[in-house]
C-alpha cells in the first residue's frame, strides 16, 4: 500500500502564501485522482481540492482562485499553492487518494497525520 505524507503547514498571516506537499512512497502515477481535504476544530472534513490524472482539476468555491493543486508523477508528490490566506483558511490539511465508484467520489486508503495550517496576525 502507498503511504502519503502531508509537509509544508505553518503559521501565516493574512494574505500570506503556504505551498503544502504530499509526498507518495511511490507510485503516484498510478493512482487515478488525489485531493486535498481540510478540517477545522468542531467542524468536519471537507474536500479543499481534487486532481485527476489527465490534469483536470475541482476546487471548492471557498477556496476557488486562491489555491492551486498540482501533481507531479515523476516525483510522486502532489502540491496545494495557497495563496491570499484568510483566517478561515485555519485547519489541519490531508491528502488522499481517491477513486470513481459507481460515478461517486470515494476515498481509497487511510488518512495520514496532516499538516497544520493556522493563519493569524
Given at each position: 500500500?502507498?503511504?502519503?505524507?502531508?509537509?509544508?503547514?505553518?503559521?501565516?498571516?493574512?494574505?500570506?502564501?503556504?505551498?503544502?506537499?504530499?509526498?507518495?512512497?511511490?507510485?503516484?502515477?498510478?493512482?487515478?485522482?488525489?485531493?486535498?481535504?481540510?478540517?477545522?476544530?468542531?467542524?468536519?472534513?471537507?474536500?479543499?481540492?481534487?486532481?485527476?490524472?489527465?490534469?483536470?482539476?475541482?476546487?471548492?468555491?471557498?477556496?476557488?482562485?486562491?489555491?492551486?493543486?498540482?501533481?507531479?508523477?515523476?516525483?510522486?508528490?502532489?502540491?496545494?499553492?495557497?495563496?491570499?490566506?484568510?483566517?478561515?483558511?485555519?485547519?489541519?490539511?490531508?491528502?488522499?487518494?481517491?477513486?470513481?465508484?459507481?460515478?461517486?467520489?470515494?476515498?481509497?486508503g487511510s488518512w495520514g497525520q496532516g499538516t497544520?495550517?493556522?493563519?493569524?496576525?
Open positions: 500500500q502507498v503511504h502519503l505524507v502531508e509537509s509544508g503547514g505553518g503559521l501565516v498571516q493574512p494574505g500570506g502564501s503556504l505551498r503544502l506537499s504530499c509526498a507518495a512512497s511511490g507510485g503516484m502515477y498510478r493512482m487515478y485522482a488525489l485531493g486535498w481535504y481540510r478540517q477545522a476544530p468542531g467542524q468536519q472534513r471537507e474536500l479543499v481540492a481534487r486532481i485527476i490524472r489527465d490534469g483536470t482539476t475541482y476546487y471548492a468555491d471557498s477556496v476557488k482562485g486562491r489555491f492551486t493543486i498540482s501533481r507531479d508523477n515523476a516525483k510522486n508528490t502532489m502540491y496545494l499553492q495557497m495563496n491570499t490566506l484568510r483566517p478561515e483558511d485555519t485547519a489541519v490539511y490531508y491528502c488522499i487518494e481517491m477513486t470513481i465508484k459507481l460515478s461517486n467520489w470515494e476515498i481509497f497544520q495550517v493556522t493563519v493569524s496576525s
